[in-house]
């Protein structure tokens, strides 16, 4: 069975840092591509960042370039968001998702529980 | 705004059809990228529901449909049932911003009667 975990996330000070992670089993993560989403309390999903199987190809939305970096331990199994600087406006809901390409895009078809960031003085 | 607009809410009665549209543009949906649709059900992760504008995976009831036409995509859900009440989501990708990335719709709040 296909599990993702995420933990790390908490409530943190106006550009201060933190770092989630995601654990994955159940399938072979160093075969797949992974990505970070987010959900803005009572709001809708937003694509956070993409990592390919490999590592060798990041790709971030624009609101959280230069401020977060995505990265992964194949040999762990493990997702991770380093998120620096963070504003108010990135409290949100972090799920990582699985990515599945098809045709000319891709699909998320597995998420985790998601883990809370609250950025609040 | 999002990029993928759908309506905030829809409703039907048990047994009804429902639609969910999703509309895009030029550079995602309209650029032949595909329209994927997901289920979030109230305090819970997102599901995949339909993938690729019109496959459902596995266990996902054949109450539900995907469509895709031009720049926009629809979900239908017939026989409504009291368990579809959620949120839905239209996805896609898109090649317009800043070398392309995946976009979400803001969601359409779905209530059964």
């Known amino acids: 069975e296909v599990q993702l975990v995420e933990s790390g996330g908490g409530l943190v000070q106006p550009g201060g840092s933190l770092r989630l992670s995601c654990a994955a089993s159940?399938?072979?993560?160093?075969?797949?591509?992974m990505n970070w989403v987010r959900q803005a309390p009572g709001k809708g999903l937003e694509w956070v960042s993409y990592i390919s199987s490999s590592g060798s190809t990041i790709y971030y939305a624009d609101s959280v370039k230069g401020r977060f970096t995505i990265s992964r331990d194949n040999a762990k199994n493990s997702l991770y968001l380093q998120m620096n600087s963070l504003r108010a406006e990135d409290t949100a809901v972090y799920y990582c998702?699985?990515?599945?390409?098809?045709?000319?895009?891709?699909?998320?078809?597995?998420w985790g529980q998601g883990t809370l960031v609250t950025v609040s003085s | 705004q999002s990029v993928l607009t759908q309506p905030p809410s829809v409703s039907g009665a048990p047994g009804q059809r429902v639609t969910i549209s999703c509309t895009g543009s030029?550079?995602?949906?309209?650029?032949?990228?595909?329209v994927h649709w997901y289920q979030q059900l109230p305090g819970t992760a997102p599901k995949l529901l339909i993938y690729g504008n019109s496959n459902r995976p596995s266990g996902v009831p054949d109450r539900f449909s995907g469509s895709k036409s031009g720049t926009s995509a629809s979900l239908a859900i017939t026989g409504l049932q009291a368990e579809d009440e959620a949120d839905y989501y239209c996805q896609s990708y898109d090649s317009s911003l800043s070398g392309g990335c995946w976009v979400f719709g803001g969601g359409t709040k779905l209530t059964v009667l």
């Open positions: 998702a699985r990515a599945q390409p098809y045709s000319s895009s891709w699909y998320f078809d597995y």
């Open positions: 030029s550079s995602n949906i309209g650029a032949g990228y595909d």
């Open positions: 159940g399938f072979t993560f160093s075969s797949y591509e």
